[in-house]
C-alpha cells in the first residue's frame, strides 16, 4: 500500500513540473511570435523619411521666401531653413509656417513679445531673417508654407484659418501670462 502512495505522489510531482515546462514553453513560444509580428508592423507604421527640400509657398504676399537650404542635424534627421525677405513697410511681428493640408498639418508659431510697446521685431520692414522647420514635423508630400503673418502696425495676411489659429494663440498667451501676474493686465 505504500509503494502504490508513493508511486502515485511521484506521478503527480512528475504531471505537475511536466504542466509547469509545458505552459512556459507555450508562453515563450507565443511570445517570440508576437515579437516577430510587432517587428513586421512597427516599419510600416513609422514615418518616412524626409530627406529632400519639400515645395515651398508663401502664402503672405508681402513676405517672400529668397532661399531654402536642407541642414542634417543628425543621421535621418533634418531641418528646412528658410531666409524670408519682408517686403513691406512694416515689421513683422509674428509668422506660422505649416506643412499639411487643411485635415493633418503641423506648424510652428515664430514670435516675440506681441504685447510689447512696440511689439518686438522677428523681420524688420525690407530685410530678411533666418528660420528653421525640422523635417520630422513635416507631413510628407506636403509643401512648406509661410503660412500667416502679424505686422507691427496691426495688419495681418496669410491663410485664414492659420490666422485663427494665430489670434487665438495670441489670446490664450495674454491670458496665461495675466494669470501668472495674478490677474494683472498688461
Do not use: W
Not at 41 to 51: G, N, T, W
Not at 70 to 85: F, T, W
Amino acid at each position: 500500500m505504500k509503494t502504490h502512495i508513493f508511486k502515485s505522489r511521484r506521478m503527480l510531482i512528475f504531471s505537475s513540473v511536466m504542466l509547469v515546462l509545458i505552459s512556459v514553453a507555450g508562453v515563450t513560444a507565443t511570445r517570440r511570435d508576437d515579437n516577430r509580428l510587432h517587428d513586421k508592423v512597427r516599419p510600416q507604421e513609422s514615418k518616412p523619411a524626409i530627406d529632400k527640400m519639400p515645395t515651398i509657398i508663401s502664402q503672405v504676399r508681402m513676405l517672400e521666401v529668397v532661399s531654402a537650404r536642407l541642414e542634417k542635424i543628425a543621421p535621418g534627421q533634418a531641418n528646412a531653413v528658410l531666409e524670408i525677405r519682408n517686403n513691406s513697410d512694416s515689421a513683422v511681428i509674428a509668422l506660422t509656417l505649416e506643412s499639411g493640408d487643411e485635415n493633418d498639418f503641423s506648424g510652428i508659431h515664430i514670435h516675440g513679445d506681441l504685447d510689447a510697446e512696440p511689439p518686438s521685431t522677428i523681420i524688420k520692414p525690407h530685410q530678411t531673417a533666418t528660420f528653421s522647420f525640422g523635417l520630422s514635423n513635416m507631413i510628407p508630400n506636403t509643401p512648406l508654407r509661410v503660412a500667416g503673418a502679424f505686422y507691427a502696425d496691426g495688419t495681418e495676411d496669410g491663410k485664414e484659418s492659420t490666422l485663427r489659429t494665430m489670434r487665438s494663440q495670441r489670446a490664450h498667451d495674454r491670458a496665461e501670462r495675466e494669470r501668472q501676474q495674478g490677474g494683472k493686465p498688461q
